[in-house]
């Protein structure tokens, strides 16, 4: 069964660069069925989506944050990654990674556990 | 792109029914049906109950059924359980590739 780990730093300072990375393991992130998600949560709040990418580099936005936001990928990895720059206190929040699966309607079919990113100086 | 809208929550007794509601516009619910839904238990990530607008994957409980009329999605759980207290949001494509995901609904089972 395909798993996902989102990796990276629980603790930010404002207006610097938040960076994390999916791990993809138990599967290929080059398979055609597939869009590579990031999701976050504030705490106590509901879901956001990030954006998406798919294993050729073709990446989708959240029209809210697409002038912050950078999603790349790294198949000989097997991984991608999330940049959000200019952070702030709102930007505080659980990161998760997850996979689109196109054989189900494009929906997140697997999720990772999610990580916790604090914004703070 | 504005949140789908959810009711904040919802509540029922065990082996009762509930509905919960996805209101969207023409150009996300409306127009596609890939409206999925997901639930939650505290500390936990989110996990797959509906794709396709009414379709379930195989792990899910029959408990779990969804619908769409117009630009709004629903949400049954029929038979309540305890276990089925969790936090739901629907998701929506809007065109082919940007996604909105709805507010959350609280189910509470009394």
């Known amino acids: 069964q395909l798993q996902l780990q989102e990796s990276g730093p629980g603790l930010v300072k404002p207006s610097e660069t938040l960076s994390l990375t999916c791990s993809v393991s138990s599967g290929s992130i080059s398979s055609s069925t597939s869009y590579w998600r990031w999701i976050r949560q504030p705490p106590g709040k509901g879901l956001e989506w990030i954006g998406s990418?798919?294993?050729?580099?073709?990446?989708y936005y959240n029209p809210s944050l697409k002038s912050r936001v950078t999603i790349s990928v790294d198949t000989s990895k097997n991984q991608f990654s999330l940049k959000l720059t200019s952070v702030a206190a709102a930007d505080t929040a659980i990161y998760y990674c997850?996979?689109?699966?196109?054989?189900?309607?494009?929906?997140?079919?697997?999720w990772g556990q999610g990580t916790m990113v604090t914004v703070s100086s | 792109q504005s949140a789908l809208t959810q009711p904040a929550s919802v509540s029922g007794s065990p082996g009762q029914s509930i509905t919960i509601s996805c209101s969207g516009t023409s150009g996300d619910v409306g127009s596609y049906n890939r409206v999925s839904w997901y639930q939650q238990h505290p500390g936990k990530a989110p996990k797959l109950m509906i794709y396709e607008g009414n379709r379930r994957p195989s792990e899910v409980s029959n408990r779990f059924s969804g619908s769409k009329s117009g630009n709004t999605a629903s949400l049954t759980i029929s038979g309540l359980q305890a276990e089925d207290e969790a936090d739901y949001y629907c998701c929506s494509f809007v065109g082919s590739t940007t996604l909105v995901i709805g507010g959350g609904t609280k189910l509470t089972v009394l």
């Open positions: 997850a996979r689109g699966n196109q054989l189900l309607g494009g929906s997140f079919d697997i």
């Open positions: 990418i798919y294993y050729n580099g073709d990446t």
